[in-house]
């Protein structure tokens, strides 16, 4: 079975500081996602990454960046975390690099962020 | 702009009864759509998908159907059971394209 590994199930940041989130994959996936979730948006897509060294910004990159320096691992980045940044992140991979014919998505558990 | 929204935002069913969760979408070049159980406390599984050139997939206990007349996607879950209680997240997209545009969920609770 496809793990999707994300660190930190809960964190709490203050205003203004720098905060790692860190989700890893063990199946050799092309595609990695962190996507947001808040109640009555559904998932929204912040970055994607197709692979090492690449990213694509999604719906709602802005006040995020991500690092994917190794296939396996893609690190999304609050440079200056802000209140409106609360929410559940969840980090996904795919096999193909084409999400679409791949089929699937392989979500991780989360990482509740709670911004004072 | 696109939107995928359901029409129910929860839905409770007797254990044991059939359940049907709605999903509509507007986008009418999207042409692949997956279902997604979220339980609570974890992450989305995918649960079943179908591609626009099919109008019925079946899986364990499961069947999505889909009308592109009206841009419409529903699953099915047959015998439900207590497990079942979660969030269903229908997700679209179309052909080539990296993400998927999901909905917000309808939650379903299963009385025993």
């Known amino acids: 079975d496809v793990k999707v590994t994300q660190s930190s199930r809960y964190l709490v940041k203050r205003t203004g500081e720098k905060v790692f989130l860190e989700c890893v994959q063990d199946?050799?996936?092309?595609?990695m996602f962190w996507y947001r979730q808040d109640p009555g948006l559904g998932l929204r897509l912040i970055y994607f990454?197709?692979?090492?060294?690449?990213?694509e910004k999604g719906d709602i990159p802005e006040g995020y960046s991500v690092s994917r320096e190794k296939k396996e691992r893609f690190s999304l980045i609050l440079e200056s975390a802000s209140t409106n940044q609360t929410s559940m992140y969840l980090c996904?991979?795919?096999?193909?690099?084409?999400?679409?014919?791949?089929?699937?998505?392989?979500f991780g558990e989360g990482s509740r962020l709670t911004v004072l | 702009g696109e939107s995928v929204g359901l029409h129910l935002p929860t839905l409770s069913v007797q254990e044991g009864d059939n359940s049907i969760i709605n999903c509509a979408y507007s986008n009418s070049a999207s042409d692949y759509f997956i279902w997604y159980k979220q339980e609570s406390g974890k992450g989305p599984q995918f649960i079943i998908d179908?591609?626009?050139?099919?109008d019925k997939r079946q899986g364990q206990r499961v069947t999505v159907l889909l009308n592109k007349t009206v841009k419409h996607l529903s699953l099915q879950i047959a015998a439900t059971q207590p497990g079942d209680s979660a969030v269903y997240f229908c997700?679209?997209?179309?052909?080539?394209?990296?993400?998927?545009?999901f909905g917000t969920g309808t939650r379903l609770t299963v009385i025993p």
């Open positions: 199946m050799d996936h092309e595609n």
């Open positions: 997700a679209e997209g179309g052909s080539g394209a990296n993400n998927l545009f």
């Open positions: 990454s197709y692979d090492v060294k690449m990213k």
């Open positions: 179908i591609r626009s050139n099919m």
């Open positions: 996904a991979s795919s096999l193909h690099h084409r999400v679409i014919s791949a089929g699937e998505l392989f």
